[in-house]
């Protein structure tokens, strides 16, 4: 059963704490992104891979967000220092593109919710 | 920049309605679009994906259209039923890097 899996599903923290998300994709995706969901913003994307390679993180806030793929395996997504606007819940989703082409059918984890007190 | 927007934001209807969600797109060059369904709670699970050299796609009671010249998309549920009750959002590429661009959702209520 093919399905991307993220840690932790819940996080509780205090402000100015260290708080890293992960993903591992489907296997066999080139693709990963990573979104952030809250109820005033909807689905925003942070960050997004090809081949793990970053293609874009505009939508990141740069001083303290930080996204990586170490390998094909596993995504993650780091916060430093968090603060309480980051509560919200963080999804990754992985897919299949060709060069040049759009990517796929997307596949989304159940994601990690996050509190930062 | 690409923004997707989707009306209505919110729809309640009786069991056994047909019913349309309505997605466009700001910039009409689009490829894939994908429809996609959330439950509360939970992860955003595919519906349909509609090709750039597809018009529409079909999955049971779901049929979803897309219109590249006017940068539309609708989403048609027929015989609706409680089950069905949960966000729909659609999303489309924001450039032609691939990155998908997600719209606020309608979020969907089936009465019984």
């Known amino acids: 059963d093919a399905r991307v899996t993220q840690t932790p599903r819940h996080k509780v923290t205090e402000m100015g704490q260290e708080v890293t998300m992960r993903c591992q994709p489907i296997?066999?995706?080139?693709?990963v992104f990573w979104y952030r969901q809250t109820m005033m913003q909807g689905l925003e994307l942070l960050a997004y891979f090809r081949n793990r390679a970053p293609l874009d993180d505009s939508g990141m806030p740069k001083d303290r967000f930080s996204a990586e793929m170490p390998d094909a395996t596993l995504a993650t997504l780091k916060i430093q220092p968090s603060e309480p606007r980051d509560s919200a819940v963080y999804f990754c989703a992985s897919g299949w593109a060709l060069a040049g082409e759009n990517t796929g059918e997307l596949f989304f984890g159940e994601g990690s919710r996050l509190t930062v007190l | 920049k690409q923004e997707v927007t989707q009306i209505p934001a919110a729809l309640s209807v009786p069991e056994g309605e047909n019913l349309v969600l309505n997605c466009s797109f700001t910039d009409s060059a689009i490829y894939n679009l994908q429809w996609f369904r959330q439950d509360p709670g939970k992860g955003l699970t595919s519906l349909l994906l509609?090709?750039?050299?597809?018009r529409e796609q079909t999955s049971g009671r779901l049929n979803a259209s897309l219109d590249k010249s006017s940068g539309r998309s609708t989403l048609y549920i027929a015989a609706s039923q409680p089950g069905d009750s949960a966000t729909y959002l659609c999303?489309?590429?924001?450039?032609?890097?691939?990155?998908?661009?997600f719209g606020q959702g309608t979020t969907l209520q089936v009465k019984p």
């Open positions: 999303a489309g590429p924001g450039d032609n890097t691939g990155k998908l661009i």
């Open positions: 509609i090709q750039s050299s597809q």
């Open positions: 296997l066999g995706h080139n693709t």
